[in-house]
């Protein structure tokens, strides 16, 4: 990783490609995917779980979005995180909890099992937990990702923008 956030610029491959060889963990481009509940997932280290990336289209097109799967291990948790771009998510299988927040705020904390669906609030913090201890979690991510990082090129504003979304998002009880 370089200064200031910025990934090694490479002629012919998008910012979000270079960012998706840094993640280091497997990447499915192809216009279907057989059986998300049962694609290879690998350790992915800036998480803290396991997961896999899915590109849906043309692989010589540049995403606007893309999708993931992720793994969270028996009793565990993954890595806090927040983000410069959309997120949906969908429980496969298992249940948790996920805990949002501001930097100024409470956390908040949401159970979950298979079948939900949830949004994450744009770039609040957020982190998932496994409440079951003998059965991973999996989970479908989608997002703008590609979108977002193929605009700003920048690492360090995608994961550490302080901007907070207020009109989105405030951290006070429904």
């Not at 990447?27 to 995917?33: D, G, L, P, S, T």
């Not at 097109?61 to 565990?76: D, K, L, M, T, W």
Request: proline fraction near 7%; glycine fraction near 8%.
């Amino acid at each position: 990783m370089q200064k200031a956030g910025l990934l090694p610029k490479t002629y012919g491959v998008t910012f979000f490609d270079q960012f998706l060889e840094w993640e280091g963990i497997p990447v499915i481009r192809n216009f279907v995917v057989d059986d998300i509940r049962k694609t290879e997932v690998a350790p992915w280290r800036r998480r803290g779980g396991r997961g896999c990336y899915i590109i849906l289209g043309h692989p010589n097109e540049p995403p606007n979005s893309a999708a993931y799967v992720c793994e969270i291990p028996p009793g565990q948790s993954l890595k806090p995180q927040k983000q410069m771009f959309e997120e949906m998510i969908f429980v496969l299988k298992g249940r948790g909890a996920t805990s949002v927040w501001l930097d100024s705020g409470k956390k908040q904390t949401f159970e979950w099992q298979e079948r939900s669906m949830f949004s994450i609030p744009l770039n609040a913090w957020h982190q998932h937990f496994n409440g079951q201890g003998s059965e991973s979690v999996r989970y479908f991510g989608y997002t703008n990702a590609p979108s977002v990082f193929n605009l700003y090129h920048n690492y360090d504003f995608v994961f550490n923008n302080p901007y907070q979304f207020l009109d989105r998002y405030r951290g006070e009880e429904d």
